[in-house]
């Protein structure tokens, strides 16, 4: 995690002095809710836990921003085996770059906006229990959030934050008269929900 946020901060200086662009770079933290997730083998409980991360975001145009986005949740998922639920230490990640539009209030120390990302999730199982070899999973995923900006100063804000996270597993390849297409299925929906302060650099 400390990596990922000193990449972000050195990933925006260096952008900041290239493009000339209004750069924000924040961290956060929260709160991650979870369905149920859905296998093959049944129906498991990923636990509730709190949330962290970080984002780097470009401006693009005065209310239009282009952002990367880490976000880690440290949790248990409850496994039924030996006629038992055992619960296992996994984490859940997602890797995003997607699109922020800020909305134009008339008060620019309030900036209401809403976010979509797509990118790639891991799910890490940290533990091995009987046939249950600790391993990871990846999937592709999409994200969808809304939240304000509330700036402090020029250079500071609070970002608060609540976004649905989709991770979507892939069932195949159809083909017909009528057309192609691929089959997905959500194997879990994430809800979290943050707060957290960025800094502002550029313009």
């Known amino acids: 995690m400390k990596r990922i946020i000193f990449l972000l901060i050195v990933g925006g200086i260096i952008l900041t002095d290239t493009v000339g662009q209004s750069i924000e770079i924040g961290g956060f933290y929260g709160y991650n809710l979870n369905t149920r997730a859905r296998t093959y083998y049944g129906d498991y409980t990923l636990y509730n836990n709190p949330n962290y991360g970080g984002q780097l975001s470009v401006g693009m145009a005065p209310n239009t921003f282009v952002e990367l986005t880490y976000n880690r949740s440290d949790t248990q ?6 006629n038992a639920y055992e619960p296992l230490d996994m ?5 995003h770059v997607g699109g922020l539009q800020q909305m134009d209030t008339g008060v620019d120390a309030l900036k209401p906006f809403g976010l979509f990302s797509v990118g790639a999730s891991r799910y890490n199982l940290q533990e091995t229990y009987g046939e249950v070899y600790a391993s990871d999973k990846w999937f592709m995923s999409i994200a969808l959030g809304l939240g304000a900006k509330i700036y402090l100063a020029d250079m500071l804000g609070i970002r608060l934050q609540a976004r649905m996270g989709l991770p979507m597993g892939f069932n195949g390849i159809w083909l017909g008269t009528g057309g192609a297409g691929a089959s997905f299925y959500v194997p879990v929906a994430q809800f979290d929900f943050s707060a957290g302060l960025f800094l502002k650099l550029g313009s």
């Open 77 to 82: 998922i409850r496994y039924y085996w030996n």
């Open 91 to 95: 984490s859940s990640e997602y890797y």
